[in-house]
């Protein structure tokens, strides 16, 4: 589904992503982890199309087409979710207007008819429930005094709703309670398919206690320097990063 | 500032002392510090003295003629009784008749033209306009629509609004142009809110880019009053909008909200005075700008807090959004404080559409040109959701996405 090849990118002069491989297949959770300043977020933007980073080296497949030459919109037509780390406030804009815009974008691009008022409102009301979502906060602008929490959860829920087929979480689980933590991982967990791949971004092994990846990788100044089954994000929560190269932790 | 009652009670005194106000002041030029960026030189050079077209009027069309309640309709400066509905409940209708039978005596009474020389040439001028008397502790469930079109030349409408103690109502000036002729209105509206009285104001000012619209709203509050102002500009070549609000009672509340959108070579320029008279009145001020191509926005917002208005509170802000380089707004914000146990506060704002969060949209699957015209138009939200009457809230947020798709690209 995924395949990123030897990719590079910087910001400005600064090198961040110095070679990253990976393959994420249909159906596979990845973890991805590593210290703050390893390029993991990037990564995730970069994916997502962020204009700040510039794609020095390298290449990403998604479904055998050219990730990296398609905008950021395209790429969500085509069925990849960024869950961002700190969502973004939009004022003046309800949630439901803006995800029924989202969602009928995707469908439009894939040929769908585009989805009525009275649809849209029954499929929005199913996810809610099934993610015990607050319904009040639909009626809002989004995320606009919305918690930290509350920020977290309405990324997971737009998920649901545009039901993407790469899944990308960025730090989701950083700065949640413990309920809130639940609520998110139940939600990662429900959007689990063999159809649907998910690559979770994180500092700490948390929110992998409830949501069990197939595979974690450990990032590092920029590369992968290693990949493992479930067990070595245990091995890093008992270890940490400190075994990492001692520069690298620093930077 | 302060109601000053003008020493000469007869209209015909009046206009003469305006006409001759007039003669002393002429049009302001920019060397007059409230003119400094508005410029009307080059505006009444194309004016000259051509009159309004004959053509019969197609008001069908226009989405502000029929709010589907009571309206007033005036023709250049002249009311047309036949496209106009009598409001239940309320005694209104043209200024000129009820000032021919002796009434309507507080005409001039709160509009000042010693310093004002629109309000001189308005004062003498003027031919007609609306005269409402909303009775005291009478309660209007429609609002009251009041209509100018121009079709061409100048015309000066003049409005006296009169809300008695305990009464509610919402009132509405639109202002439209039809034809293709230059044209210029210079109108001025002095309403009197009553004291406890809780009064809602609103003007849509859509003239053509031929026009040359100025217009005065001088509000004289009671005590415990409440008056809101709704002051849409999104048409003329150059418009300026005044509005002087005097809270004159004790307890007063006033609102003033402001939305205008400029694009092309338009000037919209918003002078507004609150002038805060005596204790515990509280006043605030939103104004919002969208300006594209080579616009030109102005605002200037003038509090002045008298000796007598202790526990004063004014929040003022001013934010702009630029969709082009050639864009430009000057915010001028000033104050002018009194008593010592107040509370003023100001802001103004000026930016772009936020970047992050135009990439949020797109990372969603919302297109480029789609997500920047999403938050443009959410950017006017603040302004349209505190408007009361629905019908106006719904046409023009579709008049304002239907002009804000083609900009900014």
Redesign the interface.
């Known amino acids: 589904m995924l395949e990123i090849r030897n990719l590079q990118a910087r910001v400005q002069d600064k090198e961040i992503l110095k070679g990253i491989d990976l393959k994420v297949n249909a159906g596979e959770v990845h973890a991805i982890m590593g210290p703050n300043g390893s390029g993991k977020s990037t990564l995730a933007q970069v994916l997502?199309?962020?204009?700040v980073y510039e794609v020095t080296g390298g290449g990403v497949l998604f479904d055998g087409k050219d990730l990296l030459a398609m905008?950021?919109?395209d790429?969500?037509?085509e069925g990849i979710?960024?869950a961002?780390q700190y969502?973004?406030e939009?004022?003046?804009?309800s949630n439901m207007y803006?995800?029924r815009?989202?969602?009928n974008?995707?469908r439009k691009?894939q040929g769908l008819e585009e989805l009525d008022a009275m649809d849209f409102l029954q499929l929005v009301k199913e996810k809610a429930a099934l993610l015990g979502l607050n319904e009040a906060l639909l009626a809002r602008?989004v995320n606009e005094g919305f918690s930290g929490g509350e920020k977290k959860r309405n990324e997971i829920f737009?998920m649901a709703v545009?039901d993407p087929r790469l899944c990308i979480l960025d730090e989701t689980d950083s700065g949640l309670d413990i309920d809130a933590l639940k609520a998110v991982a139940n939600g990662i967990n429900v959007m689990r398919s063999p159809e649907r791949g998910i690559v979770i971004v994180t500092h700490y092994q948390r929110l992998l206690g409830y949501v069990v990846p197939d595979f974690v990788h450990v990032m590092s100044n920029g590369r992968i320097v290693r990949s493992g089954g479930k067990e070595l994000a245990l091995e890093l929560e008992q270890q940490g990063y400190a075994w990492l190269e001692p520069e690298a932790v620093r930077a | 500032m302060t109601a000053a009652v003008l020493p000469i009670h007869e209209l015909r005194d009046l206009r003469q002392a305006a006409k001759e106000r007039f003669d002393v002041l002429g049009f302001p030029t920019t060397k007059n510090e409230d003119w400094k960026f508005t410029n009307l030189a080059p505006f009444l050079k194309t004016l000259g003295a051509q009159a309004g077209s004959a053509e019969p009027l197609n008001l069908a069309a226009q989405p502000f003629a029929d709010l589907r309640c009571p309206r007033l309709v005036f023709v250049n400066g002249r009311f047309a009784p036949e496209l106009s509905s009598a409001p239940a409940g309320v005694k209104a209708g043209s200024l000129r008749e009820a000032l021919d039978s002796g009434g309507a005596g507080q005409v001039g009474r709160y509009a000042d033209f010693e310093k004002n020389a629109l309000v001189a040439l308005n004062t003498a001028e003027f031919e007609d306009g609306a005269l409402v008397e909303i009775g005291n502790g009478c309660v209007l469930d429609s609002p009251i629509h009041l209509l100018f079109v121009s079709t061409g030349g100048a015309a000066y409408p003049r409005n006296l609004i009169l809300a008695g103690r305990d009464s509610q109502a919402t009132v509405i000036e639109t202002y439209l142009g039809l034809g293709e002729q230059p044209n210029f209105t210079c109108a001025v509206t002095e309403l009197v809110a009553g004291d406890g009285s809780v009064i809602s104001h609103l003007k849509l000012q859509d003239e053509s880019t031929r026009a040359l619209h100025w217009g005065m709203l001088r509000v004289e509050q009671g005590a415990s009053s409440n008056f809101t102002s709704h002051n849409i500009a999104l048409g003329a070549g150059l418009a300026r909008n005044e509005i002087a609000a005097v809270l004159a009672g004790e307890g007063a509340e006033c609102t003033l909200k402001g939305l205008y959108l400029a694009t092309g070579r338009q000037h919209i320029d918003n002078y507004t005075t609150l002038d805060h008279a005596r204790e515990h009145s509280t006043s605030h001020e939103l104004y919002k700008g969208i300006l594209d191509g080579d616009s030109h926005g102005v605002f200037h917002g003038r509090i002045i807090v008298r000796p007598e208005a202790q526990k004063t509170d004014a929040i003022q802000r001013n934010k702009n959004l630029l969709l082009s380089r050639g864009a430009v707004i000057n915010t001028k914000p000033q104050l002018e404080i009194y008593a010592d146990d107040v509370r003023c506060t100001h802001g103004a704002t000026v930016g772009q559409v936020?970047q992050?969060?135009v990439?949020?949209?797109?990372?969603?699957?919302?297109?480029?040109a789609?997500?920047r015209s999403?938050?443009t138009?959410?950017?006017?939200?603040?302004i349209l959701e505190g408007i009361p009457v629905e019908v106006i809230r719904s046409r023009l947020a579709t008049a304002i996405s239907a002009r804000l798709s083609g900009l900014g690209s």
Do not use: C, H, M, N
């Open positions: 997502a199309g962020r204009e905008k950021p919109e790429r969500a037509r979710f960024l961002f969502p973004v939009i004022p003046g804009v803006f995800l815009t989202a969602l974008a995707r691009y602008p737009q545009l | 936020d992050e969060a990439f949020y949209l797109r990372s969603r699957g919302i297109g480029l789609e997500a999403l938050l138009v959410a950017f006017t939200g603040e």
